[in-house]
């Protein structure tokens, strides 16, 4: 009798990095440093560690540069696009913005590259843009779950890009 494989909740599919432009195509192990956010290239992965990264940036031959999700913000090359939209929005606007901040760093404990490149607002709505199209979606199902509303994901079949609408 075959049992099913169960995963944990921390458990994420890989993504199709394949299509992005930004990230590293050097898959062997060598480790480098990102000198803006101070994250870790290490064994094909990068890392959120402090400790690691001043422990490597006194090596000379450690490789020094810009992680993807930095380049991203630089050039401003979204990912994802999340709209938000209508009266409860303009009501709950302090803890709708803390809710995305809060889904940004559960997601970077997951991947250090998912990133919020900016929140603007325009008229009587609001755009989040992120690095990658996974966390746009994390946090249009955040929004769903905290405060309902309708939302609708619209996936590019050229490009690496996701639009997420919430109106309520």
């Not at 458990?11 to 992005?20: E, G, I, N, P, V």
């Not at 031959?61 to 380049?71: S, T």
């Not at 994802?80 to 009266?87: D, E, F, N, P, Y």
Request: glycine share 4%; net charge positive.
């Amino acid at each position: 009798m075959k049992t099913k494989k169960l995963y944990s909740s921390t458990h994420r599919k890989s993504m199709d990095t394949s299509l992005d432009p930004y990230i590293l195509m050097k898959r062997n192990n060598h480790m480098a440093v990102c000198t803006k956010c101070h994250i870790v290239y290490f064994k094909k992965r990068w890392y959120v560690d402090e400790d690691l990264y001043q422990q490597k940036i006194m090596l000379k031959k450690i490789e020094r540069v810009i992680c993807p999700a930095c380049r991203k913000i630089k050039d401003n090359y979204p990912g994802g696009i999340v709209r938000l939209r209508g009266s409860f929005l303009r009501d709950h606007k302090e803890e709708i913005i803390n809710l995305i901040r809060n889904e940004e760093e559960r997601a970077r404990g997951f991947n250090p590259l998912e990133r919020i490149i900016k929140i603007s607002e325009m008229n009587k709505e609001m755009e989040v843009t992120t690095t990658n199209e996974k966390l746009a979606q994390r946090i249009g199902k955040s929004l769903h779950k905290a405060c309902q509303g309708k939302v609708d994901y619209k996936w590019s079949n050229d490009t690496k890009l996701l639009r997420v609408d919430w109106e309520r």
